[in-house]
């Protein structure tokens, strides 16, 4: 495999969630930009509480602010050509909204073999997750509210989870693998977690330091 490939690959396997910078919706009629990403590990960053305290439920049906953040967040979701899943707090809005997706992707399956279940793009509202059983795995994971920094992160193999629809349709059902993962990742950001919380000092990485781990593990 040539290191473009590699490079190409890795990083569509990084990029988790992403988050623009907020300007608030009330009483905007136009958004013509969207906003930046709320990210964690800048010092210069005035909005990281958000990504610190739990979201709030939004209640059915939905008001027309609640429909402008998502259609905010779905658009910065669409626009990234790397990016599995958003939550709401990662572009600056305190509230429980996931958008997600996993493809059927060769490519990716390279590199998450557990890559088993699919979904097709999704936007839950007020989502939450169980584990079905304790056995974990872990894997690398990235964040647009993160960064330049990976790291191992231990994940539940097997969840249940529950969600309601923007139409306030109520979901559930479990999901495994690097699915599993994804989601576990969103919804914890409606908690108030992100993903370094998990990962023990020292074996965070640079992002090039493990591309360079990757690309040698390939060669090898
Ligand atoms: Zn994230």
Not at 48 to 66: C, G, I, M, T, Y
Not at 100 to 124: C, E, G, N, Q
Request: include cysteine; proline fraction near 7%.
């Amino acid at each position: 495999m040539s290191s473009n490939k590699i490079s190409k690959v890795g990083i569509k396997v990084w990029f988790f969630g992403l988050l623009f910078y907020s300007n608030p919706l009330v009483g905007q009629t136009h958004m013509t930009e969207l906003p930046s990403y709320v990210v964690i590990n800048n010092p210069q960053e005035t909005r990281a509480d958000v990504l610190r305290n739990p979201a709030e439920p939004l209640s059915f049906p939905l008001s027309e602010l609640d429909k402008k953040i998502i259609e905010t967040l779905v658009k910065k979701f669409d626009q990234e050509e790397n990016c599995a899943g958003l939550a709401a707090p990662q572009i600056g809005f305190g509230k429980q909204i996931i958008v997600f997706a996993v493809d059927d992707d060769p490519d990716l399956k390279k590199w998450r073999p557990d890559l088993t279940d699919t979904m097709p793009k999704t936007i839950w509202i007020n989502p939450t997750y169980e584990p079905v059983g304790v056995d974990k795995h872990t894997d690398y994971e990235g964040c647009f509210s993160v960064d330049e920094i990976t790291g191992p992160v231990p994940r539940f193999k097997t969840i249940q989870y529950s969600a309601y629809t923007p139409d306030g349709t109520h979901v559930e059902g479990t999901a495994e693998g690097f699915l599993a993962r994804l989601i576990q990742h969103e919804i914890d950001h409606l908690n108030g977690h992100c993903f370094i919380d998990y990962v023990e000092e020292d074996k965070l990485l640079s992002i090039e330091e493990y591309r360079k781990k990757r690309k040698a593990a390939m060669e090898s």
